[in-house]
């Protein structure tokens, strides 16, 4: 007989110890924001494209001090946010045990349909407040490019590509992206 676990409660008061008692084998994503728990399904093949090709993209620029990760990780600057990038770039030093609790160098969120308003919206606010230094936000359905640099505790656009464009980046590192290169087969 397996068991499951049960969602203890459907208030805002969850915290990243409560994240535990969740099931990591159901194809969900969980998340909090300010205490509250965000359930997300499984991505579809075309956001799984983009992540994987952008990965590799990153990873062959990425610098020997920094590491690129893809979800499910989580980042988890305070007790009560717990957000999963789907793809993040940490220093070395900071990378934990278990999560990441330091700002990060850069957080890439992938657009889908049950995400594009909480990735354009909540985290993007959850980002910038945490310190994270540069955010991209990747449409595979467009595709296209919306990259963001931390200036003065706010994000500030400092790229924006579609298609065939090449999107050169400086932050977290020099690479350059080409928004049509991510999703075609």
């Given at each position: ?5 049960v969602?203890p ?8 110890d ?23 399904p ?17 990873e062959?620029?990425?610098p ?32 934990g ?28 606010a ?7 230094a540069?955010y991209?936000i990747?449409d595979?359905a467009t ?7 931390l200036?003065?505790g706010?994000y ?14 400086e ?8 928004p049509h290169?991510l999703?075609?087969?």
């Amino acid at each position: 007989m397996t068991t499951m676990a049960v969602m203890p409660r459907a208030t805002d008061n969850w915290t990243v110890d409560d994240l535990a008692q969740l099931p990591d084998d159901d194809g969900l994503r969980y998340e909090l924001i300010d205490g509250t728990l965000i359930v997300s399904p499984a991505p579809i093949p075309l956001h799984q494209r983009a992540v994987r090709r952008l990965t590799r993209v990153l990873e062959e620029s990425c610098p020997p001090n920094l590491e690129v990760f893809f979800a499910p990780l989580d980042w988890q600057p305070d007790e009560r946010n717990s957000l999963e990038p789907d793809l993040l770039v940490v220093a070395n030093e900071d990378v934990g045990d278990t999560r990441i609790t330091s700002p990060l160098k850069l957080a890439v969120e992938v657009l889908s349909a049950s995400s594009r308003l909480r990735d354009t919206t909540l985290k993007y606010a959850k980002y910038a407040e945490g310190g994270v230094a540069s955010y991209w936000i990747v449409d595979p359905a467009t595709p296209s490019i919306v990259a963001y640099d931390l200036h003065d505790g706010r994000y500030v656009e400092v790229a924006n590509g579609t298609g065939d464009d090449k999107v050169t980046l400086e932050r977290p590192f020099p690479v350059t992206v080409t928004p049509h290169d991510l999703v075609t087969r």
